[in-house]
């Protein structure tokens, strides 16, 4: 059955070598800001194993600490920590960096991503910019960085499981849905429930499929049927919302673009809805502010994958109001789109290979107050 209780987040055990007391204090500041993972620091006699180890390579022996921490705890990440770029190949973390990227070098050195290849890197030239703040911080929360661009996928409700089970839900009739001639869940339309009827992890590999000739039958009344009524526990909004985080998968669901303002129409009851990482933030900043999914990418510091993932199941639960622009043709929406983090206008590639820019703060209402302000120190004004 699936739980809709919420699960405890992820930890992640953090050891620290040879790092001073200030940057040990920055570190630890940072990962009690950061609620999506659990990052706990841990000392070498706590007898616990790391899954990340930071060495401070800056020493003049930092490549030799690096290895001896390696050989030590061979089934951890051990990272190179430091402003120089090391001369052997290891994870490498570079010095200084910024609160709005730090957790996302973390979780690429983690996957085994981040590696320094000194053959490859050897010829070209690290260049440092200093800022208006220009210290010997080794963490700063400025964001005078260059542009950070992501690339992102959108995907289509037709032919998914979400697809269907959204469609009968606006339906009368009981409908069973089937895989390969066996039913795995019912739908309830009048009870607004649903009766899974096979395992929740059979669910979510089945929502990453889109090549399904999904078939469905209607369940007839029957004095079985007030048995089925009885068994059927799960709100039908709460299946919805799990199957939407479960197709989703950190993509942007159609018809919504980066150019789409949205607006919450009412905080969605997250305690009768399964986890999502950075739910209530989201819905505090978005049922107060309409906003387009480019310029709330700027604005909040949260992983791009929450916010999608948030955007699918608000949505699919009809929590979201959506405005499209009236100069976004249907084309310009199918072409891979492109977020960045410093504010810009949002490059689309197009069908012929050449590159337009668009104000993506047109479509949307400006933002008053508080906001406005925050804009405005975001463009450098």
Same mark, same amino acid.
């Given at each position: 059955m699936m739980n809709n209780s919420i699960p405890k987040v992820?930890?992640?055990?953090?050891?620290?070598?040879?790092?001073?007391?200030?940057?040990?204090?920055?570190?630890?500041?940072?990962?009690?800001?950061?609620?999506?993972?659990?990052?706990?620091?841990?000392?070498?006699?706590?007898?616990?194993?790391?899954?990340?180890?930071?060495?401070?390579g800056d020493a003049e022996d930092?490549?030799?600490?690096?290895?001896?921490?390696?050989?030590?705890?061979?089934?951890?990440?051990?990272?190179?920590?430091?402003?120089?770029?090391?001369s052997i190949t290891v994870p490498y973390l570079m010095k200084p960096i910024k609160f709005d990227t730090l957790f996302q070098h973390l979780r690429n050195l983690q996957q085994g991503n981040g590696v320094w290849l000194p053959e490859i890197y050897s010829d070209f030239e690290t260049v440092e910019t200093k800022t208006d703040k220009a210290s010997n911080d080794d963490i700063s929360p400025s964001a005078n960085t260059s542009s950070q661009s992501v690339t992102i996928e959108r995907f289509h409700t037709q032919h998914t499981l979400l697809g269907v089970v959204k469609n009968l839900s606006q339906q009368k009739e009981d409908t069973a849905i089937l895989?390969?001639?066996?039913?795995? %869940? /019912?739908?309830?339309?009048?009870?607004?429930? =649903?009766?899974?009827?096979?395992?929740?992890?059979? $669910?979510?590999? &089945?929502?990453?499929?889109n090549?399904?000739?999904?078939?469905?039958?209607?369940?007839?009344?029957?004095?079985?049927?007030?048995k089925l009524h009885k068994k059927a526990k799960l709100k039908l909004q709460a299946c919805i919302w799990q199957l939407s985080?479960?197709?989703?998968?950190?993509? %942007? /669901?159609?018809?919504?673009?980066?150019?789409? =303002?949205?607006?919450?129409?009412?905080?969605?009851? $997250?305690?009768? &809805?399964?986890?999502?990482?950075?739910a209530i933030r989201l819905s505090a900043f978005l049922?107060?502010?309409?906003?387009?999914?480019?310029?709330?990418?700027?604005?909040?510091?949260?992983?791009?994958e929450d916010v999608l993932?948030?955007?699918?199941?608000?949505?699919?639960?009809?929590?979201?109001?959506?405005e499209q622009p009236l100069n976004h043709s249907a084309l310009q929406q199918?072409?891979?789109?492109?977020?960045?983090?410093?504010?810009?206008?949002?490059?689309?590639?197009?069908?012929?290979?050449?590159?337009?820019?668009?104000d993506t703060e047109g479509g949307a209402e400006k933002p008053k107050g508080l906001l406005a302000r925050l804009m405005g120190r975001l463009r450098g004004n």
């Open positions: 992820k930890t992640a055990d953090v050891l620290l070598i040879n790092v001073d007391d200030r940057q040990t204090a920055l570190l630890r500041m940072a990962f009690k800001m950061y609620n999506s993972v659990n990052y706990q620091l841990i000392q070498p006699e706590d007898n616990v194993q790391p899954e990340l180890i930071l060495v401070d930092g490549e030799a600490i690096w290895q001896k921490t390696k050989d030590t705890y061979p089934h951890a990440v051990v990272v190179f920590f430091a402003r120089q770029a090391p895989f390969e001639g066996k039913p795995v %869940l /019912i739908v309830f339309p009048d009870l607004a429930k =649903v009766l899974l009827v096979v395992e929740s992890d059979v $669910l979510q590999k &089945l929502c990453m499929r090549d399904v000739e999904w078939k469905t039958r209607v369940v007839p009344a029957s004095a079985s049927t007030d985080i479960w197709t989703s998968r950190g993509r %942007l /669901i159609a018809p919504i673009t980066p150019n789409t =303002v949205i607006k919450l129409k009412a905080w969605p009851n $997250l305690t009768r &809805l399964a986890y999502l990482p950075e049922v107060r502010s309409p906003v387009a999914l480019n310029t709330l990418y700027k604005l909040l510091p949260v992983s791009l993932n948030y955007i699918a199941a608000t949505y699919s639960i009809d929590a979201l109001e959506i199918e072409q891979e789109m492109i977020l960045t983090r410093k504010v810009s206008p949002l490059v689309l590639h197009t069908a012929d290979g050449t590159e337009s820019a668009e």
